[in-house]
């Protein structure tokens, strides 16, 4: 199976806070709210949900195929995945644009409050996976993008009859409502954490029941609380991999798919998935940054069978 992963492409510019975000909001006074925070650190990291995913992906072992937009300052980073194991021929560089940033300020209780600016990624609705080969059984994976991109890429794979994992995460507030409800009517999965959960029955009008009915599978993550899987009528409760050390929240998720979705390239069961995306999450979490994580595989196998039993399954990976 050929994976494609379209989604962002950004620069992330990480900061800590040395305090409690809860402690300087005042709930009387939200319409007037007006907050400075002085942090302790930044660093500027590559991330983006679709390099993010592709990573994890080719830590893995798989080759996926990064289809997003980025700027002129893409080159060093393009270098880097290509030898990272990611395929970049996908990017497309937009003239007298900036690849998009990401500015996240994260507090003592792993708290964020985050600001995005598109950059290239406004153009993403200028690609088209068809004109770019894409065509089943290939599966594309829609992270969050251009809201119009996304759109564009949800129809392009229903006419085509092209596998989606719709993946709409923090664009749910900027999708129309419509858009929304057609990319879950027909994806083959649906992630999304708990709060976009809720938010996502919101602005469909749709129940929890009736998203799930409409898909394959649902994956949803859960913080400390690991992630639950809706598939068939069933449900999978995947706790997480204990971590080392808790580093650095972002990109977690993101991670958490890219080893969910090296499982399901293998046709693994579907919890065994949600297994290798809680140690992949986990690996993450240990780690400033969304793409400084690292492992081979046999490390990656042998600390799954520390807590779970695959039956030999991930012998495959090899």
């Not at 009387?28 to 990573?55: E, H, W």
């Not at 958490?256 to 046709?267: A, K, L, N, P, Q």
């Amino acid at each position: 199976m050929n994976i494609i992963v379209t989604g962002s492409i950004a620069y992330d510019y990480l900061m800590t806070f040395p305090g409690y975000f809860r402690d300087h909001i005042l709930a009387d006074k939200l319409d007037s709210i007006s907050l400075s925070f002085l942090v302790d650190s930044m660093v500027r990291q590559r991330g983006g949900t679709g390099p993010n995913i592709a990573y994890t992906l080719a830590l893995l072992g798989s080759r996926p195929r990064l289809v997003a937009t980025a700027g002129e300052d893409f080159t060093e980073y393009r270098e880097w995945l290509e030898q990272n194991g990611v395929d970049t021929c996908g990017v497309k560089i937009i003239p007298g644009q900036y690849t998009a940033s990401f500015f996240a300020n994260t507090d003592k209780a792993n708290a964020q409050i985050a600001s995005f600016y598109t950059g290239a990624m406004a153009h993403a609705d200028e690609i088209s996976l068809l004109a770019l080969g894409v065509k089943a059984p290939d599966l594309v994976i829609i992270s969050p993008n251009d809201p119009e991109a996304m759109a564009q890429y949800v129809v392009e794979c229903k006419a085509n009859k092209i596998p989606y994992a719709y993946d709409p995460s923090q664009q749910i507030v900027r999708i129309e409502s419509e858009q929304l409800k057609a990319g879950v009517e027909g994806a083959l999965a649906l992630f999304v954490n708990e709060y976009e959960f809720e938010l996502l029955q919101k602005r469909t009008g749709m129940s929890a029941q009736q998203i799930v009915d409409k898909v394959n599978f649902t994956v949803i993550t859960c913080g400390e609380n690991g992630s639950r899987i809706h598939q068939e009528g069933k449900e999978f409760i995947i706790p997480i991999v204990p971590t080392r050390l808790i580093a650095d929240p972002t990109g977690v998720g993101d991670a958490y798919r890219g080893g969910f979705f090296t499982g399901y390239d293998h046709g693994f069961p579907i919890e065994l998935c949600g297994k290798m995306g809680a140690l992949a999450a986990t690996y993450c979490l240990e780690q400033h940054g969304t793409q400084n994580h690292h492992f081979t595989k046999e490390e990656f196998v042998q600390r799954f069978r520390d807590h779970f039993e695959d039956q030999g399954e991930l012998d495959k990976l090899f």
